[in-house]
Antibody, heavy 120, light 111 residues
């Protein structure tokens, strides 16, 4: 059974870069069948799709974040990562890594989520 | 303001059926059969309940069903149980450029 686990700093300074890694266990990220996503949830709010990456390295980002987002994959470590630059308090959220079945937001496996606070 | 419109709250008694609506446009819900529904309990990650409008992932109870008519998708939960109390989010593929849009979420209360 595939499991996902986010890791990274829980506190990021304003204007710095938020960096998170998602480790995939129980399956290969290179299986070719899935899209590996990042989704966030602001405190007490709804869900916001950040973007995803295919194992080949193809990416698609939410246009509202595109200028600041980079999602990459390391197949040798079975991991994928999120970098969000120039963060502000508005980027404070729970960040989830997830597996999308078909690239149309059919997300069947989620990480537990990690809280990232942007504050000095 | 979310791209998809859901009621803020719905409620029902154990054993009853409820329906949660999700209204979009022809660029998302109405134009494609890529609507998903997620259940989220407090402090937990969302769980996929329905994908591609009406498909249930393995392990999801058949008390959950999805449908679509025009620009509105619906999630129906039959035989309500206490553990169904949660927030529910709809999501859709969109051709507008964002690729994915979510609804604002609906809080289901089991009375």
């Amino acid at each position: 059974q595939v499991q996902l686990q986010e890791s990274g700093p829980g506190l990021v300074q304003p204007s710095q870069t938020l960096s998170l890694t998602c480790t995939v266990s129980g399956g290969s990220i290179s299986s070719g069948a899935y899209y590996w996503s990042w989704i966030r949830q602001h405190p007490g709010k709804g869900l916001e799709w950040i973007g995803y990456i295919f194992y080949s390295g193809s990416t698609y980002y939410n246009p509202s974040l595109k200028s600041r987002v980079t999602i990459s994959v390391d197949t040798s470590k079975n991991q994928f990562s999120l970098k969000l630059s120039s963060v502000t308090a508005a980027d404070t959220a729970v960040y989830y890594c997830a597996r999308d079945l078909n690239g149309y937001n059919s997300v069947d496996v989620w990480g537990q989520g990690t809280t990232v606070t942007v504050s000095s | 303001q979310s791209a998809l419109t859901q009621p803020a709250s719905v409620s029902g008694s154990p054993g009853q059926s409820i329906t949660i609506s999700c209204t979009g446009t022809s660029s998302d819900v109405g134009g494609y059969n890529y609507v998903s529904w997620y259940q989220q309990h407090p402090g937990k990650a969302p769980k996929l309940m329905i994908y591609d409008v009406s498909n249930r992932p393995s392990g999801v109870s058949n008390r959950f069903s999805g449908s679509k008519s025009g620009n509105t998708a619906s999630l129906t939960i039959s035989g309500l149980q206490a553990e169904d109390e949660a927030d529910y989010y709809c999501s859709s593929y969109t051709s507008s450029g964002t690729l994915v849009v979510f609804g604002g979420g609906t809080k289901l209360t089991v009375l």
